[in-house]
């Protein structure tokens, strides 16, 4: 079973910033995506940005021009840059990742790592 171990969540003023990473268990290289998802209080987990295998990256429209996602292949890592952190960035990220197979298309979710931002 993949494990996705999460760090860097905390408490942080607006305006602040954070760096989340997540470490796979398994290769880096054997997903096709990785990314961050994050779910506040009585809302629906959304995307907050992936990147995938070809480096290819995307960002949900709340966090664009202030998050940025990094992949490092040496250390096989991704991380997520945080900066200009808003109130409403409050919330449990997840990191996420995907795997193809014959079967379809797999989701592996870290046990989540929350952030919260006071105003």
């Known amino acids: 079973q993949v494990q996705l171990v999460e760090s860097g969540g905390g408490l942080v003023q607006s305006g602040g910033s954070l760096r989340l990473s997540c470490a796979p268990s398994?290769?880096?290289?054997?997903?096709?995506?990785m990314g961050w998802y994050r779910q506040a209080p009585g809302k629906e987990r959304e995307l907050v940005a992936i990147i995938t295998s070809a480096g290819t990256e995307d960002y949900g429209d709340s966090v664009k021009g202030r998050f940025t996602m990094y992949r490092d292949n040496l250390k096989e890592t991704v991380s997520l840059q945080m900066n200009g952190l808003k109130p409403e960035d409050t919330a449990v990220y997840y990191c996420?990742?995907?795997?193809?197979?014959?079967?379809?298309?797999?989701?592996?979710w870290g046990q989540g790592t929350r952030v919260t931002v006071s105003s």
């Open positions: 398994e290769s880096i290289f054997s997903f096709r995506a």
């Open positions: 996420n990742a995907k795997r193809e197979d014959d079967s379809g298309l797999h989701d592996y």
